[in-house]
């Protein structure tokens, strides 16, 4: 299935036609530093995550608002930032639009809104974003629309809620393989280790049993990503993506760390990520 992207000119880019992920990165970093917001963690882990999902899907439908476009659904609602970021890279936002962010009065708020252009629904309160794209996922299927992935993005932590595995249940029964999953597993949940809170381990065998075809990637890897959205897309099967992630990535004194779910960025702390992210060539 081949799908219509386009990014802001203003965005680099790598990996073909994906944004670079550092540029996403630097545009995050500035998002929450300038609103003084919090949750760097969690935005931090679905960078790589969001990028793939915009770059699988028609980006020009989606700012037609054409009835026939894919829907994503961002239901770890936290990462706002990185949402916002990702669709101005992806031109559905303006870099100009982004400054408010976090700001008395802007659209923009810290969790996602479908106030903001590109958004379908508004999430944050976890939970409810997967039944959305199961509703999403029926509609189209029924008005024969095939060529219209439907993208979920979960939380680890989000997962242990019973309405998370209501929607599975009812996606697997109905066969929906034109909506994928895709689960931000950094292992921690709000103030600590997700596994502490109830452990979920194997994940993979969770899915599995549900009846769900399972990929477990590198979740920071665009290749892999793409690859497994591609095997999903080409499926008649509906399937999962578990995307191994690490909270914080790509800011070392907030990597692993539960806390930087609520701390907000001072100046110095600010330069210290950004120079680390200009010079990381890993990232």
């Known amino acids: ?53 915009y ?56 969790h996602v809104s479908h106030a903001v252009e590109g958004v379908e629904h508004s999430t944050g309160a976890l939970g409810h974003g997967l039944s959305v794209a199961v509703g999403c996922a029926v509609g189209l299927r029924s008005r024969g629309i095939n060529d219209a992935p439907v993208f979920a993005l979960v939380g680890d932590g989000e997962i242990q809620e019973g309405s998370i595995w209501e929607a599975l249940m009812l996606a697997k029964h109905l066969n929906l393989h034109n909506l994928i999953t895709m689960v931000d597993n950094n292992k921690i ?3 600590t280790k997700t596994d502490a809170v109830i452990d979920m381990k194997p994940l993979e065998d969770r899915f599995a049993g549900f009846g769900f075809k399972v990929y477990s990637i590198d979740g920071h890897n ?33 990597e692993e760390e539960p806390i930087w779910h609520y701390k907000s960025l001072n100046k110095e702390l600010y330069e210290e990520a950004l120079a680390h992210i200009n010079k990381d060539k890993k990232l």
């Open 1 to 53: 299935m081949k799908m219509k992207t386009m990014q802001n000119p203003e965005s680099k880019l790598c990996h073909g036609n994906f944004p670079d992920p550092k540029e996403v990165r630097k545009t995050v970093l500035g998002l929450l530093y300038r609103g003084q917001a919090s949750h760097l963690g969690t935005n931090m882990s679905a960078v790589e995550i969001l990028i793939s999902i």
């Open 55 to 110: 770059g699988s899907v028609d980006i020009q439908r989606i700012q037609l608002k054409e009835n026939n476009r894919s829907r994503v659904l961002v239901s770890k609602g936290h990462c706002a930032a990185t949402t916002y970021a990702t669709l101005a890279h992806y031109g559905l936002l303006s870099f100009e639009e982004l400054n408010g962010y976090h700001k008395n009065g802007s659209l923009l708020a810290g």
């Open 189 to 191: 949940s709000s103030i």
């Open 222 to 254: 665009l290749n892999a990503l793409k690859d497994a959205i591609d095997n999903l897309l080409s499926s008649s099967k509906i399937g999962v993506i578990i995307c191994n992630t690490i909270k914080g990535k790509g800011v070392p004194f907030a």
